[in-house]
Each structure stands twice: as C-alpha cells, then as structure tokens.
C-alpha cells in the first residue's frame, strides 16, 4: 500500500475563498423579500422605496443595512470614548522621569566626584522646566553621568523619531525600533528620492518608469506595494491628512508640546524638513482629503501619534462607511460598500452579511423581480406581481380553511378545466380519459385474474377512467374598492389592495374565463389595473362616490351579455358624492338625497342585468348600515361586516358562492396550479 506524501501533507492549507462569489454561498430568500416588498408597496411605498426599506431592515435571518450602520456607530463610538492624543507627551515624560531618577542615583554613589560638580548637576536637575519638550532641550547638553540615564534620554529623540514617521507610514514605530545608523540613512535617502518624484508629478514629468525604480530601490517601505505612483499617493494622502486631523483635535498646549519635541526627532533637523515638504506636496496633490477636520476623544487610552493617525483613519474609514450604508446620495447602490473597509472595522461576519444583502439587490433588479420603467422608477414586474398575489391568495386560502375545516364542495360536471380527480367512465361521458390509472387499472385486473403471460394488454369498460372537470359557469366580476380617506384613516387601506389583489390572483389563475374589472372609487371613480391599484398611494380626498362606480360597473356587465354579472362592493361609508351630467363631481355632507337616489339608480341597473350583489360594509357606522342594508334588500343581494383581516376571505368567498362554486377550503393545498 503506498504511503501518503507528508512532505506534500504538510504543505496542504486550508484558506479563505476569495476568488470571486463565495459558492457555498446560501441562496437569497427572494420569496421573504418579495412579500416584505408588497407589503410595503401596498402601503403606499414606490416599489423603490419599498426594495431600500427592505434592504435597511434585512430579514429573518439576515441583518440590514440599519443593523450594519448601528455597528459601525457603536465602533466609532468606542474608538473615541476609549482613547486620548495624550500618548506620546506620556511616554516621553515617562523615559524623562526614567533618565532623572536614574542620573540622581548615579549622583548620590558617585563618591569620587567633585563636590561643586555634583550640587550644580543636581541643581539643574531639580530645576528642569515642566514642559517635557522644554526639559528634553536643556538636557541635550547634559553631561550624564549614568550610562542607564543616557540611554533612557536617548530613547525619547529616537521614539520621537519613529513616531512622526509612523504619522506618514504606517508601522515605521516597529520596523525602525533599534534601527542603525544606516537604517536612519537609508530612510533619508527614501524620503529625498520620494519628494523628488512628487516633485516631477507636480511638473507632469513622472513616468511609470520612474516610479518601478523608486519602488524597486524603496519598495520595503511600503508594505502595501502599490502598483502606481496614483494608488502610492492615495495611501499616503489618507494618512497624512488622518494625521492633521490628530493634530487639529489636539489642544494647543499639546501641539507645542509635540512641535517641539518633534524637532528632536533622531537628532535630525533634516528629517523634519523632509517630511514638511512630504505634507505640502500631498497636500497639493490631493486636495480632496479631509486636512482640517478634528474630532474629541476624551478616553483614558493614550494613544501615540502613529496610533492616532491610524485611529483617526479608523474613524474616517467608518465615516465612509456610515454614508455608504445610508444609501441616501442620488443614484447610491448596494456595490458602493467598500467591503475592505468594512472587514478591517467590523470584520468578516459584516462583510457576509453586506454581501449577502448585494446579492438580494442584484435578484431582485436581475430575476424578473423588479425593472425600471420609461420614467427611470423601480416597478413591480408582472412575474412579481403573480408571485404576490399567490403569496395574499394563500394566506386568505388558510383562513378560510380554518373556518370551513378545509372542505372542498366544488361541483364537478361534464364541461370546464380538470379537477386533478379521475372517476370511472358513465355512459355519455365525453371527457378525456386518464390513460395512466386505466392502463394501471387494466394491468391490476389481469394479475387478479392471474395472467402473467406477457402478451398484449386487453382494456375492458370497467378500467376506463376520466378526467374530472368543474362546472364552469362564465362570470362577469366587478369589484368596487372604496378609496376615500376614511379607509387609509381606519387602517383599511392595505387590507382593501390584498383583497384585490387575492381576488385578481384567483380569477387570472383559476378561473380564466370570468373577466374581472377593478374600480376605485374616492370622490371619483375609476377603473384600475391591479398594478395600479396594489401601488395606489393613500387618498385624502373627501368623498365616496359609489354612483360613478355604478355606473363603469355597469358597463362592464353590458360588455359581457352572454356572462353571469357579479358586483362586489367594499365601503366604509355612504355616498358623499356623484358626477353630475356636465362631467363634475358633486359633494355634500351629509349626503344630499340627489346622491343617493343616483346610486340607487345605478343599482337598479344592476339589478335589471341580472347581478349577484354583495356589500361587505367596513365600521359601525349607523347610517352606512341602514343604508346598505337598504340597498342590498333592494337588489336581493347580500350584506357581509368582516373585521378588516377577514375582508380577503369575506370577498373571495363570496365571489365563490355567486358563481356557484361554494366553499374555497380545498384551494390552499392545491399549489399554483
């Protein structure tokens, strides 16, 4: 048996995938975010809105956009409560604290020194000024006695030099700890050649292969290896301009300090020399950067200036952040999030999170899901639409099974659709016959009988089976939605659009042959597609004018003669208003009596074309009830007062009923058909 490679065993690594989508990736729930998105919709959001609103609350098990923008708030919060710009002076009073107490010890066993020598090095001692940078001046000429003491008051000009350099690269503080001379040259030589090439920029005389040979000669300085002299100045631009806004939030007392102080910085004039000239040619490089921002941070932390500058990065990156995530400037999208931004603040769970919020984007607007209509506006699809009121049709399909203990009592006859039933064939049947149960029914027959003999199969009358069909009786539909303001006021106004909506879903679905018409009616009426409808904004126009909603319901019943008229009303108050034979609305309140003797005409038109009618009045209202009960006794229809969640089955069942259908418990296990 072969023997594994451990040589090869060990190379073998698990890593990150990171070559484009992750493909273990879940899929995004579009069904959830569809309903979330009607709901919306229906509640009078532009489907736009509705697809951000969805976006910033996430789902189930997804966090939104709100959630991610609340932890990129909780992390600049705490970056700022946390840390102070106190650092560096703290450090640098510390080894000066250091290098005094370690000198006086050297002073006091020092037996062999001249007295004179010793009073006066304490006495310059004692009286070092307060101002760490001012005491580190005077001791640049001190004569230390203790080599211990010497190198702790070495140590604050070469912090200091590893500090401001840490301000423009970041992670210069460690890499330059213990540095030789000639690392120090070496940095010089780096900063010489790096102001040469900003300076040929300037002039628009650089080349790329001018920047090759800074890098190929420089290149370990920058950790980020940047591929052109562009991404280089934006790396250091971000920085310098982070340090300046440390520097602006600092107190005065604090930049002077730290001025001063900075001039000690390895020993060497001409390593602040450079760096100033570094400052003012990104400056005029990149204008664009934040340079005169400042911020508070009143922690306990003391922070250096390289760790500030990189804290005050931090909170520039999550500044960034907060604005990619508001998603709120013109022509914003879910691929603005900088997702190397987010990793490095929040990490790698916000970042699957964000991606997976991009990937719902993207379904949505690639899926059939939504498109951009002629004006430039986000619309519901007609596939989306469908899948919608299939989501509405169930949930009313639910109630109502629960209420009718789930019992299909649809009739079967002898014309229509299939039934998804079979029965046995009966003289003068003339329905398609179900091949599969009579060949399995012929098959049974011949084992009972004990033939196995394999040849041909015999089809008696007995093993015919048909396809069972519904009695389809044409229905001419109106359903008459009362839009006036009462009904946003009361709640209404989304429970109204679901019942058109489910309704709409089942007539276009099931019962393809009723021709269902849609009509609003506020101070006017009107006729609407579902679209519209399912997308109306709520109204806050007075008036309920069910006279001109009579009326466009009656024509749609004269356009369908050879059809059984079905009239569907849904109101929460008594006529208001009616059109006038000029063309204009008419409104009064209380109800003139000219209105409601022209709403009683239009139904006694109804009436004479045979309509099936049916009011389900929303509210206690008293005068709404008598009237109603008025008007249905007068057409021999129906009066139905649903609480407003019932108002879908209230209405889909009585659809049902007037086109003889009976109890709808059976549709909601009977999938999409």
Known sequence: MARPNRRLA???????????????????????????????????????????????????????????????????????RTHNLDGTLQEVKQLLDRAVLAERRQLARDVDMNEGDRALAQMQLDNLPSSPAAAVNELNGYDWRSSEARQE???????????????????????????SDADRAALGEMLADLNGLLDSRKRGEDSQEQFDDFMAKHG??????????????????????????????MTREQRDELDALAQQAFGSAE????????????????????????????????????????????????????????????????????????????GSDAVVDARTLQRLEKALRETGTMRRGSDGQLALTPKAMRQLGKAVLRAVADTMSGRQGGHDVRRSGAAGEPSGSTRAWAFGDTEPWDVTRTITNALTRRSAEGRVDGGPIGIQVDDVEIQETETRT????????????????????????????????????????????????????????????????ARWDKGTNLHHALLLANRHFRKHPKAQPVLLIVTDGEPTSHLESSGEVFFSYPPDPVTIALAVRELDGSMRLGARTTFFRLGDDPGLARFVEAMARRAGGAVITPETDDLGAAVIGSYLSSRGNGAFGGWGSDQER
């Open 10 to 80: 060990r190379r073998s690594r698990y890593t990150p995938y990171v070559d484009g989508p992750d493909p273990l990736a879940p899929p995004v729930d579009l069904a959830e975010a569809l309903d979330s998105i009607g709901e919306d919709v229906m509640a009078g959001y532009s489907p736009e809105r509705a697809m951000r609103e969805l976006l910033r609350r996430g789902g189930r098990d997804q966090a939104g956009l709100d959630e991610l923008a609340r932890r990129v708030a909780e992390r600049r919060s705490e970056l700022t």
């Open 153 to 179: 008051f070495d140590k604050i000009k070469d912090l200091l030099g590893r500090e401001v350099l840490d301000q423009r690269f970041a992670g210069m503080k460690q890499a330059l700890e213990n540095a």
């Open 220 to 249: 370990d300085h920058f950790p980020e290896q940047p591929d052109t002299l562009d991404q280089l100045l934006d790396t250091l631009s971000s920085r310098a301009a982070a340090a300046q806004r440390m520097r602006s939030s």
């Open 271 to 346: 390593l602040m020399s450079s760096l100033s000239q570094l400052d003012d040619s990104l400056r005029s490089l990149r204008p664009g950067e934040d340079w005169a921002g400042s911020e508070r941070l009143d922690g306990e932390k003391g922070l250096g200036l390289g760790d500030g500058t990189g804290v005050f990065q931090d909170l520039a990156d999550l500044d960034a952040l907060a604005e990619q995530l508001a998603q709120s400037y013109e022509g914003s999208q879910l691929d603005d999030l900088d997702l190397e931004k987010l990793a490095r603040q929040l």
């Open 474 to 537: 044409q229905a001419c539909v109106a359903l008459l939605v009362d839009t006036s303001f009462s009904m946003a006021m009361e709640g209404r106004w989304v429970p109204m659009k679901r019942t058109a909506l489910a309704l709409h879903t089942l007539v276009t679905s099931r019962f393809r042959g009723d021709d269902l018409q849609l009509i609003s009616f506020g101070r006017s009426a009107s006729v609407m597609q579902i679209e519209q409808l399912v997308g109306l904004d």
